[in-house]
């Protein structure tokens, strides 16, 4: 890219209660899945940066992790993700959903965001799923309770108003350097996505009590020379016997249906054929144990 004076760069952080949209907003500004998506509170449970670079500006988008009050330490983890991404940008982005009323949950990240200078975009999404009249009384809710630099609905399923967010965000950022290459779409690597990809189907296929249950670790990628091809072996941490039954499911149906599906994704990811291996192994309790969420990429020392 050639150099321009006026090149602007910056972070943003995505914060709000869980299942408000986020992640569906990052992958349709980023073009591709970097992160997953579910209907399941807490499906993002790191921080992932996804980068967007056009002409003349680079915007590093965090997408942080649902914002709750915490029951074990993956949540305490979780919680500390999101209110230190704060700290280190240059626009919040607290999204809501339009559909739901001014809660608890959203009047504590409220109080979260009380003294900070970085300024605050209201971004209320799902727009398409409300009557205008409604959209108008939720901005009202939300002006009475905090002074936001800019209110802006969008729908981040079909793309509405989304590119007036972007240049909004862009006026608001600094001059500076370009951070990372043109072509590059995140700072996770594919170890990580693979991982979240597997995990997404198994929240996807599972009931109620499994998915804050589980992890994924990628054990080994490595490249098949004579099959021109990729095989990747990863195992499925469940917290009790019972769960990994269930993951597993009758004559190993269930966790077939997760291979079938995560591979095609981890195709596309990888650009080549893959052979997807999957484990599953019980360690119970393992997200009330730091040694073990530190195993499983949950690293308080990077955040």
Do not use: C
């Not at 809501?96 to 975009?121: C, H, R, S, Y």
């Not at 209201?122 to 108008?136: E, G, W």
């Not at 596309?268 to 530190?294: A, C, H, I, P, T």
Request: hydrophobic content about 40%; glycine content about 6%; cysteine-free.
């Amino acid at each position: 890219m050639q150099e321009n004076n006026q090149f602007k760069s910056g972070f943003i952080s995505i914060i709000g209660r869980p299942n408000v949209g986020k992640s569906t907003f990052l992958n349709r500004v980023i073009g591709q899945k970097i992160a997953i998506m579910s209907d399941k509170p807490q499906t993002t449970r790191n921080k992932v940066q996804g980068v967007l670079t056009q002409d003349a500006s680079q915007m590093v988008f965090i997408d942080t992790p649902g914002i709750h009050k915490p029951k074990h330490k993956l949540g305490e983890f979780m919680l500390k993700v999101s209110k230190n991404t704060l700290r280190e940008v240059d626009v919040i982005m607290f999204m809501v959903n339009a559909t739901q009323k001014l809660g608890k949950g959203d009047q504590f990240i409220l109080e979260m965001l009380e003294g900070n200078e970085t300024p605050v975009f209201l971004v209320i999404n799902k727009i398409d799923q409300v009557h205008p009249d409604n959209l108008l009384h939720t901005i009202e809710d939300y002006k009475a309770e905090y002074d936001f630099a800019e209110i802006i609905p969008i729908s981040a399923l079909d793309g509405n108003n989304v590119d007036r967010l972007l240049e909004t965000i862009e006026n608001y950022l600094p001059e500076g350097p370009q951070y990372y290459p043109a072509d590059q779409v995140t700072d996770h690597p594919e170890r990580f996505i693979i991982s979240e990809l597997v995990r997404e189907k198994v929240l996807h296929l599972t009931r109620e009590e499994i998915p804050h249950s589980i992890a994924v670790q990628v054990d080994k990628i490595a490249k098949d020379e004579d099959k021109d091809m990729i095989r990747v072996m990863a195992t499925i941490i469940v917290e009790r016997d019972s769960q990994k039954g269930i993951v597993i499911g009758k004559r190993g149906a269930l966790l077939k249906e997760v291979g079938i599906r995560a591979r095609k994704d981890i195709e596309m990811l990888l650009g080549s054929k893959v052979y997807l291996e999957l484990w599953v192994k019980v360690q119970k309790d393992w997200r009330n144990k730091s040694s073990q969420l530190r195993d499983f990429g949950f690293r308080e020392d990077e955040y």
